[in-house]
């Protein structure tokens, strides 16, 4: 099983960029690394996803070093509407090793 | 495009009572899952269907959970009859395929059972 390790919270001031940092050592060959963002009382949306080195979409970075045990989620400029719990997941849709874990809860403090 | 649709938005059952909650996934999407949220957790896999077709439900409490996705397009996950732990967010979502397609889920429906 790809088990991941996140921190279970995280503050930030508005306007920093914000890394959180997920551990996934038993990560497979064919494993992506995918990032969901929850609000309360919505379903997790869509981040962003990789698979090696660096990705980048308009909302987030994704840095993946060569090893890939670990990853990066990298939120430029963090606003208050970005206060959410963020998760990482190590697999393929689909599969049976696919896993929400408890997620990092980050706030952005004004 | 249209996301993907539940309903109800909230229940509030007894116990030993029976729910039903729907799910209409994205259009095209061959691949859907229900997940069971319960507060202060991530949303753990209870089902995942492949078109009309179950390809994983070894995390279903079969003696009480049931679901169905006819046509292979909308789904139905029913709870009969419901306890005080099922009290959750179900959360529906759909893929394109199974494999580097994100999940797309919709906003769930919260069960409360009293």
């Known amino acids: 099983l790809a088990k991941t390790t996140q921190p279970i919270s995280m503050d930030s001031y508005e306007g920093q960029e914000v890394n959180i940092t997920c551990s996934h050592n038993n990560i497979a060959t064919n494993d992506y690394i995918t990032w969901y963002q929850q609000f309360p009382s919505q379903g997790p949306r869509f981040i962003i996803q990789g698979y090696k080195t660096k990705v980048t979409n308009e909302v987030a970075s994704l840095f993946i070093p060569a090893d890939r045990k670990s990853s990066t989620l990298s939120l430029p400029r963090v606003s208050l509407s970005d206060t959410a719990v963020y998760y990482c997941l190590v697999g393929r849709t689909g599969a049976n090793n696919l896993f929400f874990g408890t997620g990092t809860r980050l706030t952005v403090i004004p | 495009e249209a996301g993907v649709a539940q309903s109800p938005r909230y229940k509030i059952i007894e116990k030993r009572q029976s729910v039903a909650f729907w799910c209409n996934p994205i259009?095209?999407?061959?691949?859907l899952y229900w997940y069971q949220q319960i507060l202060g957790q991530g949303p753990k896999l209870l089902i995942q269907?492949?078109?009309?077709?179950?390809?994983?439900d070894s995390q279903l409490p079969k003696d009480r959970f049931s679901a169905e996705r006819l046509k292979g397009v909308d789904s139905t996950l029913k709870i009969q009859p419901a306890k005080l732990e099922d009290s959750a967010v179900y959360l529906c979502?759909?893929?394109?395929?199974?494999?580097?397609?994100?999940?797309?889920f919709g906003n769930g429906t919260r069960l409360t059972v009293t």
């Open positions: 269907f492949q078109n009309n077709g179950v390809v994983d």
């Open positions: 259009s095209g999407h061959a691949t």
């Open positions: 979502a759909s893929s394109l395929d199974r494999g580097s397609s994100p999940l797309h």
